[in-house]
């Protein structure tokens, strides 16, 4: 990546609204599918989650994904460093018990993004403190996408978190057309529906749905 398409894509950290994480267990079109139709319709972020696929498959997928992206949306690799290095995607999203934020900095340099999955306010304050560019906040509701996932922590928390942190907040966990704007109204920056999306056969028509409800309820 050279300076002036970091500067593009760490100012569209700023513009993120609907996130789209890939899902090939869920997905009803497949992984690239889900990603094309999504920054198709004006996705601004994309995250590789992948755990069933061979290292060499994971790196054959990222490099057609980095592809699909180019500058039109930011692309991270969910916990694999090594993979999001081997196609120099534009950065990583981990969890608590994957690498330190501070090993991940260091092997990934300054200009990466990295977001961290936190639980709550105090997660978030440290997670901005260690350098996270934007944290995943979450579940927000009930999911059985994550298997160890844990409770909802409730719409309500967002607000607590965003008063906390300068950082862009994700939310992610259980999120719906049923529920999405309580998420966006108590703050959230912008929301990650895996299950309501990639499960669909229509991830242009649901990923239009999100942005724009988003759009909207950021601007209300
Ligand atoms: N991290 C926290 S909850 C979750 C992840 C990856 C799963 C979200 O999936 P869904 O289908 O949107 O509930
Ligand atoms: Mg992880």
Excluded at 13 to 41: C, H, M, P, Q, W
């Amino acid at each position: 990546m050279n300076q002036n398409d970091f500067n593009l894509k760490s100012s569209l950290l700023n513009e993120i609204d609907f996130y789209l994480v890939t899902d090939s267990g869920l997905s009803k079109n497949g992984t690239l599918s889900d990603v094309r139709e999504a920054v198709e319709s004006g996705c601004k972020i994309v995250q590789y989650r992948e755990k069933d696929k061979s290292t060499k498959e994971m790196v054959e997928e990222a490099s057609e994904i980095k592809r699909i992206c180019s500058t039109r949306a930011i692309f991270l690799v969910n916990d694999r460093i090594d993979v999001a290095l081997a196609v120099d995607a534009d950065g990583v999203h981990i969890g608590q018990d994957d690498m330190p934020i501070e090993t991940a900095r260091k092997l990934l340099g300054e200009d990466k993004i990295i977001g961290l999955s936190v639980n709550g306010r105090e997660e978030a304050v440290l997670a901005e403190k260690q350098g996270a560019d934007y944290i995943g906040l979450g579940p927000i509701f009930d999911t059985a996408t994550k298997k160890d996932a844990g409770d909802g922590i409730g719409p309500l928390k967002i607000r607590e978190v965003k008063d906390a942190v300068k950082i862009p907040v994700v939310a992610i966990g259980g999120i719906n057309k049923g529920n999405c704007e309580s998420v966006i109204q108590n703050g959230a920056d912008s929301l990650v529906a895996i299950s309501a999306v990639v499960c669909s056969d229509d991830v242009k028509r649901e990923t239009e749905y999100f942005i724009d409800m988003v759009r909207k309820n950021k601007k209300a």
